[in-house]
């Protein structure tokens, strides 16, 4: 019964506010004050958990799409901000008071500046309809990140939260009704700067073709756990249709495939070695030329700030990041008051070379019952310094499961050595060549004729949009991949 009050007192201090889109009266917890302090306090975590695509061409053509579109949106009074994150999951997503943000995988994706443009349309429309402020009003923000959905245990949840900060906006979710309207507006708004809006149905099939190839959930909040990709498409291609009509059925709406093709020729596909990448059981660094042993089987999760391990179970959390201080004591002081641990031993040791420190601590937390203080989880740290640079490498499990999970642990980061092996450290990213075709011919003997090996043919066919046996003809731009 107690919880009732402060929720009843909350619902009487919300302000009924008008929906920009619909018009309609709606309980809206989350003023638009709020609303863009939540912007401003997350794109900082956004931007440093992955980082920015540096490519000036990309980023201006987004930003000037952008400022266009949100000029004819709802809400033209907001300073929306756009970027380009380096990541390879095929995603945009958008956060509150204008934040929004695509991933260099979905850029790589597209095939058309009206395909871009559909997707740009959506994610302003999340905006506009104040889909995310809604959320944030159900406490659905911020409770979940990737990893910490991946550990079962609230406490070790709570734990990998305080790790990453960021995950959770990327793989944001938003219900059926909030994703269709959404739909819609991505057809309105990119219509009303002259694109062709039956597009974004287009690039329906290609996510819908690349996660049945990859056999992985769908993970972009657009296609994800809504609608089926099917009636999606048929409802956009009908949504474009009736826009059409209703504003005369003009016939200079814009597709832009070659320039689009032209503008992503060079970037940067799938993950990027150069910032670390796991094989065979072991993660390897060549900017920073270390590796350690990655336990077989647990699952992982790799961004510019933290590499991050969860056991299958999901009893059990690893991470390295870098460690702030200039010293191993500094580090471990640091450490120690981020995440509120008291230390119960600690021991000097030097790991394949490096200098390092040792220590098992507790996290303490409050009985929320007693008010007493207790052990919510136990972790293994080992702070390993290489010059100036000193890694923490933590492990976390709660008391009664630490036991069995500190010989992984220890292995783990007694593992970490110097990398030294040539092939490791030569490794580079593969980009997207955009090549100009000249001869007439279906995209399978297309692609073979500039040398894409047999077993990537379906692919790059996805990369392409398009099918093997559809017909392309001579001076047609295709999209290979390369080094």
């Known amino acids: 019964m107690k919880s009732i009050l402060p929720l009843a007192a909350l619902l009487l201090a919300a302000s009924c506010s008008v929906n920009p889109v619909t018009g309609k009266k709606e309980v809206m917890l989350v003023s638009k004050g709020q609303e863009l302090a939540m912007g401003q306090q997350s794109d900082p975590a956004v931007t440093a958990q992955f ?31 756009f970027r380009v994150v380096d990541s390879p999951v095929i995603n945009a997503f958008a956060i509150p008071g204008g934040y929004v943000y695509f991933t260099r995988g979905i850029m790589a994706h597209f095939n058309n500046e009206a395909q871009f443009a559909g997707v740009l349309g959506h994610e302003i429309g999340h905006v506009t309809a104040r ?26 949840a709570e734990f990998g939260e305080q790790a990453s900060q960021g995950l959770q906006l ?32 287009d690039f329906f099939r290609t996510l819908e073709r690349q996660q049945q190839q990859s056999g992985t959930p769908a993970i972009p909040d657009f296609l994800s756990t809504h609608p089926n990709p099917a009636d999606r498409y048929n409802r956009v291609h009908e949504l474009a249709d009736q826009w059409k009509q209703q504003n005369g059925n003009p016939k200079d709406l814009k597709i832009n495939r070659d320039q689009y093709l032209r503008l992503i020729d060079g970037i940067v596909y799938g993950e990027d070695p150069r910032q670390g990448f796991v094989e065979n059981n072991a993660f390897y660094h060549p900017e920073l030329k270390f590796s350690f042993p990655v336990p077989a089987g647990w699952k992982h999760q790799n961004t510019p700030q933290q590499f991050q391990m969860a056991d299958p179970a999901g009893k059990a959390l690893m991470m390295l990041a870098l460690a702030p201080g200039a010293s191993l004591d500094e580090a471990a002081q640091a450490l120690v008051k981020q995440f509120s641990l008291q230390p119960t031993d600690s021991r000097r040791l030097t790991v394949n070379g490096f200098p390092a420190v040792a220590f098992v601590a507790d996290q303490v937390q409050q009985d929320p019952q007693t008010g007493q203080q207790v052990a919510g989880i136990r972790t293994l740290v080992y702070l390993i310094q290489d010059g100036k640079t000193i890694y923490a490498l933590l492990g976390a499990a709660a008391p009664a499961d630490f036991p069995g999970y500190q010989p992984t642990f220890s292995s783990t980061m007694e593992g970490f050595a110097r990398l030294t092996d040539p092939d490791k450290l030569g490794r580079q990213p593969e980009h997207v060549r955009v090549k100009t075709l000249k001869l007439r011919s279906n995209l399978g003997q297309a692609l073979k004729s500039q040398g894409v090996p047999e077993k990537r043919l379906e692919e790059m066919a996805i990369l392409n949009g398009m099918q093997l046996n559809e017909q392309v003809n001579a001076g047609s731009l295709i999209k290979i991949v390369g080094k």
Not at 51 to 80: C, T
Not at 133 to 156: D, E, F, H, W, Y
């Open 51 to 81: 980082g920015l695509y540096a490519d000036p061409k990309i980023q201006k053509f987004i930003n000037d799409k952008g400022k266009a579109m949100g000029a004819v949106s709802h809400r033209p009074e907001l300073s929306y901000q």
């Open 131 to 156: 889909h995310s402020a809604k959320q944030q009003t159900n406490a659905i923000i911020g409770q979940v990140g990737l990893m910490g959905a991946m550990i079962a245990s609230p406490r070790l």
């Open 170 to 201: 990327l793989f944001l979710k938003f219900g059926r009704d909030d994703e269709s309207q959404s739909d819609e507006l991505g057809v309105q708004y990119s219509s009303k700067i002259g694109y062709d809006a039956s597009q974004m149905a």
